[in-house]
Structure formats: C-alpha cells, structure tokens
C-alpha cells in the first residue's frame, strides 16, 4: 500500500498481493482513514493503532530512524482476523507500506506448542518406569541456574527425592553426589552451560549410606527466545563398574592387554596395562603396525601377518593366534591373542580391529615342563614294562630250572646216603652236588632280574591318574572318550609314579580294547572317597591288604562286552592272553606282581554285554608288614647233619606237585628220613584224599604254581579240615610271594631244597601242630 503523507492519507497505490492476500482493491480504499476503519472495526485498538502508525512515520521523517516492523492484526476485507507485519518506508511525500501476513505462521506456532506438549505428556508416560531416569532442565537468559521442567518417576527413586524437591530446589541432585566427585561435576556442569555444550559424566551418588556408580548425559537444544532445553538421561552403571572392575583384576592377574588397530591410521593403540608393563605412562601406548610387527618372533611372524590380512581384507570376522612377541626387556613372551573387526565403512570394508592378549609365557613353560616330564615318564614306563617282560621270563625260566635242578639235587642227595664206602662214586656226586648249588644260585638271580627297587612315597593320587591317562595317546583317549572323575578329597597313596602308571595304563588299555571295532568302548577312571570299604571277598590279584594301613580306592570302567568266568579264572595268569598275536601275555601277570609288590589289591566285576569294573586299593602309607613268607620258612638254626632214618618215623606225609619227577624226588627225601610219602601231582586229587581222611596225614608238602587249584588254595582247604593238616610249601618261585602275608603256610622252603632241610622241616611243623592240639 502507498499513501499520501498530507491531511487526507490519499490512498495511491495497493498491489496485486494485498489484494490476494487480503481482498482489498484500490477503489475499496480511497484513503487511509477509510482503510483504518475497515481494518480496525475495534475504535479503541483503531486509535492505538494510527496513533503508532503516525508515531512512526514521524520518527523516520525527523531522524530517518527505521522501525523494525511491526506486528499489528487487521480485518480482510471478508471480515476475517489476520496476523500482519508492517513496515514503513518514505519516499518524498509518499509512504509506502509492507504487510507480510502472519496467520499461518501463527496458527503453525501454536500447532507446534500444541502437538510439544503432546510428546511432554508422551515422555512422562515412556519414561516413567524405564530403567534410565530421565529428565529436561531449561537454562533460560538471565537466570543464574537451570530449572526442572519434567523428571521420571525412575529418576527420582535412582536419588532418592520427591517430585516437590526436584521442582522447588534444582541444585539438591549435586547433594546426592558423592563428596569427592562433587567439584568434578560442579565444573563439568558449568562449563556445558557456559559453551552450550553436550555434558557427559560418570560419578557415584550416596544415597541412605548406599553409594553407587551413576552416569548422566545430556543434549542442548536452543529455543527460540534465547534459551536452553537439557534433555537428559541418567544411567545406573554401577554393575557395569563392578564388572570392569572385575575384568580389570582379571586381566592383570592374566597379563592381559586389549588393543585397536586402526586400518586407515595404521596406527595400534595399546591399553594402560600393557603401556604400564612396558614403560609407558598410565594413558596407554601407541605405534604403527610395522612397529607392532618388528617385535614379533622371526618364526611367528609369517602366520600372525597372514591372520592381520584375513582380517585386513574381511574375509573372516575373528581369528586367534599363539606366538612370541619380545618385550621392552629384550625377553622373549608368549602371547595369546583374539582379534576381530570392530568397525566398517559405508561400503562393508574393515576400517578398525580390535582385540585382548594374554601373555601365556608362563602356562607355555609348564606346557613344555610336563611335556618333558611326560616323555621321561613315557619312557620309565617302557622301560619298566622291558624290565617286568624280561622279569617274568626270567622267573619263569627260573621255576622251571628251580624244578629240575630239585630232581637232580635231590636224587645226588639221595644216591650219596647210597654209595657209602665208594669213593669214585661219592666224589662224582659231590661235583653233581656243587653243580646245582651253583645252578641254584644262578637261578636265584635270575628270579630278581629285571626288577630293582624302586622308591616310593606319597603320592597325588589324583595327578597319578590323570599321567596315566595321558599316556595312553589322544588317538584312544578321544576314540574311547576316556576320562577321570575325582572325588573330593582325593585321597594320597604310597607308591612309586612308574608303577602305578603301569597297572592302569595296563589296565586302561585292556578296557578300551574290550569292545567290538564297531562299537568302541568307553572308558572312565574314578577315585573314590576316602572313606570307601573294599570289596569283602577275596580279591582277584595282588592282596590280601596290609592291616592297619588305610586304602585308597579307584576304578576302572568300561562298556565293552565284559569278561567270561572262563577268561577271568586265568587273566592274571603268565602267557595269557585273549589277544592272540597282539597280546604278550604279561601284561595283567605284570600289574599282579606290582600290586603284590605294593601290598595292593584288585577286584574284578563284569557282566557280558554290559561292561566290566576293575576296582583297585592301594595302600595311602608304607606297610610295616614283614616278609612273612621268609619268616614262616625260618625256623631256627638248621642242622647240617644228614636225615637219620629215626626222624620222621611214624609220619604220613601227601605231596603234591604238577612236575611228577620233582614229587618222586621230594618222596624220596622224606622216605630216607622214616616217613609214609606218597606223591600226587593233581592238586584237585590232593584236596579230595585229605577230605576223605584228614586224621590219616601228619604233614602236607606242596607247590604253588600249579594248573587247576594253587597251593594257597590246597593250604586253605587243608587248614579248613578236622583236624586241620599242617601245610609245607615248596616252590621254585617264592619272589612271587613278596612280601604278603603267608599264614596259610607253616613253613616256606625255596626248590632246589636239601634232603636234610626238607625233613628237618616238616618235622618242625609236626611238632608244632602236635603242640598246638595238646591239651
């Protein structure tokens, strides 16, 4: 619009958009006081108006002041209210007049007002319970501090203050702060304020003697009269501290380290840990991938850089590696490591690798230790079950000797009480005589070949087994899932580590090979609880258990197709085997001597098709028993002199021994000496003839070895008898007997045995059985 500055305000001029915004043409609007009228109905807001209007043009006329425009509401020519801008400008006696229609600008506004405090109501009831508590505050100009303009039920639970408190006294969220955080806030705080900044902190509040980790952040957002809106958030963080607290201890108890590897720097940046270890101060350590490199191992190198490009690349999202990297000492350590990319770009591409190292140096050490102890373990067992193999040979070619060298001792002894009065003859008997007492001694020999002795002391029962287990290869352990289950405690035993490595690789060996090809069976290990009874009966090897000494008791257990009666009668008997040719025969005949050897025992159960359990107790201290098979043998001074025929007179003597000859020859002796001897070379005859007449036998000589019932089960049934028939045993192998208890014997007598000692100890133990029974 353009008026005339004169009395009348002639109208002059209106464009096409005043009319298009507001329907006035030119002719409706002859002057200004007729417009006035139009667009003001309101007499007083009409006057206020002009009165301003006029007021302004006289201030841009005297001074050439300009008025920044004005907002004024005026009438459209339909009648309808309208929010407008005016400007002035002056142009000789014209003014020309700017009007910018507001309406719509307005109505938006309060849209806008309308549909915040829609999202204020939606915020209260999204951010009432969640488990952030969330508040706004309002730095508005001029006022010396923010203010609340909303808080979440979970924010003012997480301080411990009402809704009234929040609203009344803003600073009262710094007096839940913890007293030694308080002025780090206070400063953080100012500082957003003051740059109209984002504000992030980490900080511990108390609240009623609770004190916990808290975090708040908070974004500024300008308003449009010159103030601030904070919406914020306030975090619980306190598990998340203890759980890097944690992590923390974890990682240098472990000498952990984490690391990021950044692709488009190049650059490696390494944590406190690892800058602190290696002379760096206490906010890390940084330097470049060729640096990095430089410190790896010239062996390790190639294969950690092949990992870093898969990584590089992309082409696997994590990789671990072991290798050596040389610290700041010059040392060389082992390092675990598991990396994986952290960050891509737009287009998929790795830009960043992260990572934790963990130095193994010392768990490498010990690897190599037990791998050593273990190879040397390894090849004591090998070595050991040489010497057991060469052992048992040897004591079986020693009984065999022992047996003959007995029929020709013997009937040498016998032939001299013969040649009386030939001389010729008396001395070639002599030399005959010499021979075998030298052929006994070398027998004697031969029976302790291949067995030293051997240390023993207490052991980890525990560690034992798990050895054991070891050995036997991660082909078969993985193949028979064979593993070991410890009780708690695991009980000590008195041993020596070779020797028991022997009885259960033997035995474990045995129960992974007792299942078909097609179906393997598994293999499990136990120790069982200290306080664990032995089995009551007898054992099936080794035994009986010293008195007074505790045992520990282990299994060995498997699912294989279980042992028959026929097989488990004979298993610990030499050159058996149900292996054929991949079988030595030795190998349970060796675990039996070491269990007689440790005063152990075995037991054995198995049902066929299911699986079988071998049950072992081995003592947890030295025994103090004696040698009793030496002692029983002992009795006293023997006299050198030849039997006389008045010695055994009147005395019934039964022997009894698989070797026919060597019975003859031991019937012969005891004939020479006055005795009724009669030789019976089936033990199972034996037993019936003393059952049938126990009255009738003063004496019972015997073997232990032999085929169908042994001579400590014959000794059994002769003790067991009325009256009970006193038993001598005679054997070419007495090392078998150890050290274990022999009360089923009276006496123990070693083959080659003399006329004179034979008799002079079976009158012995007449005697004292006769003792016994008198009155």
Known sequence: MVHALDGGAAVRFVNPSFTADFGYLQSDLPD?????????????????????????????????????????????????????????????????????????????????????????????????????GAYTMVSRPGAEQAEFVFVSEKFLQMLGITREETMTNPMIRFARLHPEDRPGWFKASAEAIATRGRFSREGRILVNGDIRWIRAESLPRDLDDGSVIWESVLVDIHDLKETDARLKAVLDASKAFTWNLDLRTRMVQLDEHWALTNGFGTNGAEMTIAAWFESLHPEDAPAVVAIFNTLRQGSTDKQSAVYRRQDHTGSWNWMQVHAGISARDAAGAPTMLSGVSFNITAEMTARAQAQEEQAELREELQRAHQRDTVAQIAGAVAHDLNNLIAVVGGT?????????????????????????????????????????????????????????VDLL??????????????????????????????????????????????????VKLASLPPD??????????????????????????????????DVRARMF??????????????????????????????????????????????????????????????????LAADPTAELLRGLHVLVVDDLADVGEVLTDMLEAAGAVAVAVSDPKEAAQAISEAPELWSVLVTDLHMEGMDGR???????????????VLVTARPDTLDNAPTSEFAAVLSKPVTAARLAHTVHEVYTRSRAKKAP
């Open 573 to 638: 008997r030499a050159n058996f085997t149900t292996k054929g040719k991949a079988g030595t025969g030795l190998g349970l005949l060796i675990v039996s001597t070491i269990l007689q050897a440790n005063h152990a025992a075995l037991w054995v159960d198995s049902r066929l098709g299911q699986g079988t359990t071998m049950t072992v107790a081995w003592p947890m201290a030295a025994s103090k028993t004696a040698d009793a098979g030496r002692k029983a043998g002992d009795l006293g001074t023997w």
């Open 32 to 132: 200004l006081p007729t417009w006035s009228e139009l667009a003001y109905p309101d007499h007083q807001y009409r006057q206020q108006v002009m009165v301003r209007w006029w007021s302004e043009i006289a201030a841009r006329q005297r001074n050439g002041q300009v008025v920044p425009p004005g907002e004024y509401q005026i009438r459209d020519k339909a009648g309808r209210p309208r929010d407008v801008l005016i400007g002035f400008a002056l142009q000789g006696d014209l003014a020309i007049v700017t009007f910018q229609d507001l309406t719509q600008t307005r109505a938006a506004e309060v849209a806008l007002e309308a549909e915040r405090n829609a999202h204020e109501k939606l915020a209260y009831a999204l951010t009432e319970y969640m488990p952030a």
């Open 473 to 522: 290869g991660q082909r078969r352990i993985a193949r028979h899932n064979v593993r070991v289950d410890l009780s708690i405690p695991v009980p000590p035993v008195w041993a020596n580590p070779t020797e028991f490595a022997q009885v259960v690789v033997n035995l474990a060996i045995n129960a992974c090979d007792a299942g078909p090809p097609e179906r393997p069976a598994t």
């Open 412 to 468: 040498a002894e016998l032939l001299e009480l013969q040649s009386v009065g030939q001389p010729a003859l008396l001395e070639g008997l002599r030399r005959i005589r010499r021979s075998v007492d030298m052929a006994r001694d070398l027998t004697a020999s031969l029976g302790g070949l291949g067995r030293p002795e051997l240390l023993r002391e207490m052991q980890d029962l525990g560690k034992l087994l798990r050895d054991a």
């Open 532 to 565: 664990t009874a032995p089995p009551s009966r007898a054992p099936d090897a080794g035994g009986p258990l010293p008195a007074g000494v505790p045992v520990a008791l282990f299994t060995i257990e498997d699912t294989g197709t279980g042992i028959t009666n």
């Open 713 to 727: 089960a014959l000794a059994r049934h002769a003790s067991s008898l009325e009256p009970p028939l006193p038993v």
